[in-house]
């Protein structure tokens, strides 16, 4: 038996490493992608059983398990986790900065979630470990051949840096509820010394530091090149070694609930005046109405059957936005700014407004546009009218004018607009000019009916009404 591995009845042959074909010890993932930590993690692949095989080869994979084993205080627990190790009851191994997780399975298949936990080093103690790395060429070279030797350990303590965990430094972490090292974390502890083996990155990583963002700390200060000889490692993670850690990555949070209200963006009304150019007042109006756009959005998006439902149209442009947000009840400042902006003028924009309310841009399109329906579309429009009022008497039945997607009443007070979708959209003419009257509907006969009774109930009362203050200033709607 060895010092490392004291089973005494497995037999096995520490000067004999076990290497599965096909599968990768060198870990992927994005461990350099930035400074420092770097968002530093790396996804080793299960390995196969390995019986009658030892754990560790170089010297400071057996460090790795001199550190455990003087830790642990029941080697029962121990020689439960080699039995683990070898019989490939370890699954994915990730490592990170300060943490290794994997999911170990007990001989009766319970999978438990084990975490062995190793303190970080601090940045003054990165700093001079990469100050002493610089100095020594021979170091740097060794890391990138996987190898750490001893005088490189040597040299890290000089300095104030212990690279290799002591006794009591593997701090354990299982579901199973053992407070101290069990079969499972132990398990986890022997299979990374075969990784250690094969790469003293990894223990580099789990003491807070990436092998890319290493190697260009190095460098920036003088080091040699992180790639000098050697291939660069491909951009990403290995689909197989995703799949793999599968079972150790915690669920994805649930949906959050919708908030009863829109936020609301905090004054800007301070006693310090506002920068050139800056209206605090269109500020906050703006912020605010982007709260109420997105607080709708994310309720449709948690509607139920969201995927399935058509997506509600967007305004088209900035013209159709300025509508939008002058339906929000802007300051009459900041309403004669979007009249202007959207080229539509103070009553224009205030007809638009109207529209917006009764349907969004859907409802603006059908204000804005005048189309000439195809042959499909005007013999479905003609049929529509047809069937509306196929069973009134001839004299019941209302004469229409048609223009384009347009018909109107004979009187010219009341007018249907077929809209794209097949919906008929009412309106009447108020001070000479086109309103909406009505929410859209698929009976023409319906909207008519809304157009009239709504012609009838105003009229008289916009006689003196200024459109402007009663569509946009101070009624906030829609969004």
């Known amino acids: 038996m060895t010092g490392y591995e004291a089973d005494g009845t497995e037999g096995e042959d520490p000067d004999e490493w076990y290497e599965p074909e096909g599968v990768s010890v060198r870990g992927s993932g994005p461990d350099g992608a930035g400074p420092e930590r770097a968002g530093a993690e790396r996804t080793f692949a299960a390995l196969p059983p390995a019986r009658g095989r030892g754990f560790a080869q170089t010297w400071w994979g057996r460090a ?3 550190a455990l084993e003087g830790t642990a205080l029941d080697d029962r627990q121990l020689k439960a986790g080699r039995r683990l190790a070898r019989a490939g ?3 994915a191994v990730s490592v990170r900065p300060g943490r290794i997780t994997a999911v170990v399975q007990d001989r009766d298949r319970t999978a438990h979630r084990a975490d062995v936990l190793l303190q970080e080093l601090s940045g003054g103690q990165w700093d001079r470990f990469l100050d002493m790395a610089v100095e020594r060429a021979g170091h740097v070279a060794a890391l990138l051949d996987r190898e750490m030797p001893p005088h490189l350990v040597e040299d890290a303590e000089l300095a104030g840096v212990e690279l290799l965990p002591g006794l009591g430094d593997l701090e354990p972490e299982c579901d199973c509820g053992a407070w101290d090292h069990c079969g499972h974390t132990a398990a986890l502890c022997y299979q990374v010394a075969r990784l250690l083996d094969h790469d003293p990155f990894v223990l580099l990583l789990v003491r807070g530091r990436g092998e890319r963002a290493l190697l260009d700390a190095l460098q920036s200060r003088g080091g040699p090149p992180a790639a000098a000889g050697k291939p660069s490692r491909p951009e990403g993670v290995d689909a197989a070694e995703a799949f793999a850690a599968g079972g150790i990555r915690p669920a994805l949070p649930g949906v959050p609930p919708l908030p009863a209200e829109p936020g609301v963006p905090p004054s800007l009304d301070t006693d310090e005046p506002p920068a050139a150019g ?11 109405r982007t709260a109420v756009r997105a607080h709708r959005l994310l309720a449709e ?5 969201h ?10 442009g900035v013209r159709d936005d300025a509508v939008r947000l002058a339906a929000g009840g802007p300051p009459r400042t900041v ?3 979007l009249a202007d902006g959207s080229g539509r003028g103070r009553e224009g924009l205030a007809v638009a407004v109207r529209a917006w309310q009764r349907g969004g841009a859907a409802a603006l399109a ?9 042959a499909a579309a005007l013999a479905r429009a003609r049929s529509a009218l047809e069937s509306a009022w196929a069973e009134s008497d001839e004299a019941e039945r209302p004469v229409l004018r048609a223009r384009a997607n347009r018909w109107t009443l004979d009187g010219g007070r009341v007018q249907l607009r077929l809209g794209r979708d097949g919906r008929w959209w009412p309106y009447r003419k108020e001070r000479g000019r086109w309103v909406p009257a009505g929410d859209a509907a698929r009976d023409p006969a319906a909207a008519l009916a809304a157009a009239e009774a709504e012609a009838r109930a105003e009229a008289g009362t916009h006689a003196e009404a200024d459109p402007w203050t009663d569509a946009v200033a101070g009624r906030p709607r829609g969004t």
């Open 366 to 374: 059908v204000l804005d546009e005048e189309w000439s329906a195809d």
């Open 301 to 305: 998006a948690l509607r139920e059957g």
């Open 335 to 337: 309403a004669a700014r």
């Open 307 to 316: 995927g399935r439902r058509p997506e509600v149209p967007e305004p088209a």
């Open 278 to 288: 800056v209206d605090p007042s269109a500020l906050e109006f703006l912020a605010a």
């Open 89 to 91: 009851a370890v699954g």
């Open 64 to 66: 790795w398990l001199t």
